[in-house]
């Protein structure tokens, strides 16, 4: 068995190498700076990083036509739209049911994120709404052709963060 633990270890190490051979230290720091405020100018970031402003418009226009950066966007508070209640729900679709209950979460628009997990439940999705009650019509939505179990957020002591963090720096 050792002599395949060679092979395979050169293989992710190769693997991962290859995933990530176009990200320099610069593009790193293009990314982290975009991060903190995805609204900066390109001569911002240009000095910044201590490139030319094409220089860095070329790389942010390779990240994104490499799927490195997927999008940009706003993050909204859901308590300041009335929204004052946030649940995880694990939901697990009847035998037969998967696709059904896919589609009836695509279509709940208090189902903010939902990710198709392994495990006993299936799906795991992220609900804002304004009250309990509101939250039981979800749930009801849904129960007919799938169990839930609903935990209610009380506090994030870990704010959502980007892949990012779990990169490390270079020196």
């Given at each position: 068995?050792?002599?395949?633990?060679?092979?395979?270890?050169?293989?992710?190490?190769?693997?991962?190498?290859?995933?990530?051979?176009?990200?320099?230290?610069?593009?790193?720091?293009?990314?982290?700076?975009?991060?903190?405020?995805?609204?900066?100018?390109?001569?911002?970031?240009?000095?910044?990083?201590?490139?030319?402003?094409?220089s860095v418009a070329e790389r942010?226009?390779?990240?994104?036509?490499?799927?490195?950066?997927?999008?940009?966007?706003?993050?909204?508070?859901?308590?300041?739209?009335?929204?004052?209640?946030?649940?995880?729900?694990?939901?697990?679709?009847?035998?037969?049911?998967?696709?059904?209950?896919?589609?009836?979460?695509?279509?709940?628009?208090?189902?903010?994120?939902?990710?198709?997990?392994?495990?006993?439940?299936?799906?795991?999705?992220?609900?804002?709404?304004?009250?309990?009650?509101?939250?039981?019509?979800?749930?009801?939505?849904?129960?007919?052709?799938?169990?839930?179990?609903?935990?209610?957020?009380?506090?994030?002591?870990?704010?959502?963060?980007s892949p990012l963090a779990a990169?490390?720096?270079?020196?």
């Amino acid at each position: 068995m050792d002599n395949f633990l060679p092979e395979a270890k050169g293989f992710c190490m190769r693997r991962l190498r290859n995933e990530n051979a176009d990200l320099d230290a610069a593009d790193m720091k293009i990314l982290r700076l975009l991060e903190k405020d995805a609204r900066a100018s390109t001569a911002e970031l240009a000095r910044s990083v201590g490139l030319s402003a094409p220089s860095v418009a070329e790389r942010i226009k390779r990240l994104q036509e490499n799927g490195v950066i997927e999008t940009y966007s706003v993050r909204i508070n859901p308590a300041a739209l009335g929204l004052k209640l946030s649940a995880w729900l694990r939901i697990r679709p009847v035998p037969g049911q998967l696709s059904v209950v896919a589609e009836i979460i695509r279509d709940l628009p208090e189902i903010a994120q939902c990710d198709r997990v392994t495990g006993e439940d299936c799906f795991i999705a992220l609900a804002h709404v304004g009250s309990v009650a509101e939250l039981e019509r979800v749930i009801d939505r849904i129960i007919p052709y799938a169990m839930t179990n609903t935990a209610i957020i009380q506090s994030s002591p870990v704010a959502a963060r980007s892949p990012l963090a779990a990169v490390k720096r270079s020196p």
